[in-house]
């Protein structure tokens, strides 16, 4: 069936480093697709997203790269802060009503 | 700012209970969706609605019902709680349009099904 999933369940980083966080979808109809961050005890917040007719976004201190020939989505944050020790998301869009499919899920730890 | 409120942060219920969740948002959506969240899974969409008194079912609907009355309310009901919905539950809003527009999450309820 179709899924979205990522491939490493926890990455840990130094402070300052960059963090890469990948993620595998199946649907070749999908035509967005998102990253969210999940901080202990919130709801998953928005950090960027992508249309499928793009290779790479980017945003403050964040990019997503798209990469449609092997269905791979990447969430690079560069200069990695405590802050972002989070719980990450990927997700994709099929269809007009915006209904999302979310992967499982991957937990950063940033190392001080 | 977008506001997203669910009515419990933690809920214990009785196996066979019949439990509401509640969430409303103040944007003025028209999408509103219920995901729960176990570790392991990511979040699976329970239902969703994209107008008042539609719905339509999303991925795991077994067990669930909802309501959508008025606009800014969205209601997800257990029917007859049973331990494996023990969850956390995540509400969400979005403006309908053609291409994505940001959905925005409410902060969670934990459901123990004891």
């Known amino acids: 069936g179709e899924s979205v999933g990522l491939h490493l369940p926890t990455l840990s980083v130094q402070e300052g480093d960059n963090s890469i966080i990948n993620c595998a979808y199946s649907?070749?109809?999908?035509?967005?697709f998102i990253w969210y961050k999940q901080e202990s005890g919130k709801g998953p917040q928005f950090i960027i997203d992508i249309r499928s007719n793009m290779d790479k976004r980017q945003g403050q201190r964040v990019t997503v790269l798209l990469n449609k020939t092997v269905k791979h989505l990447s969430l690079q944050i560069a200069a990695t802060q405590p802050g972002d020790s989070a719980v990450y998301f990927c997700?994709?869009?099929?269809?007009?009503?915006?209904?999302?499919?979310f992967g499982k899920g991957i937990t950063l730890s940033v190392r001080p | 700012d977008v506001k997203v409120t669910q009515s419990s942060r933690y809920l214990v219920k009785r196996t066979g209970e019949k439990v509401f969740l509640e969430c409303v948002q103040d944007m003025d959506h028209e999408n509103m969706f219920w995901y729960r969240q176990d570790p392991g899974l990511g979040l699976r969409l329970i239902y969703f609605s994209y107008d008042v008194k539609m719905k339509e079912k999303g991925d795991i609907p077994e067990g669930y019902s909802v309501s959508r009355e008025k606009k800014e309310r969205f209601s997800l009901i257990l029917e007859s709680a049973s331990t494996n919905q023990t969850s956390m539950y995540l509400c969400a809003s979005s403006l309908p349009q053609g291409g994505y527009t940001e959905a925005f999450f409410g902060q969670g309820t934990r459901l123990t099904v004891v």
């Open positions: 649907n070749s109809a999908s035509d967005y």
């Open positions: 997700a994709e869009k099929t269809g007009a009503n915006s209904k999302l499919t």
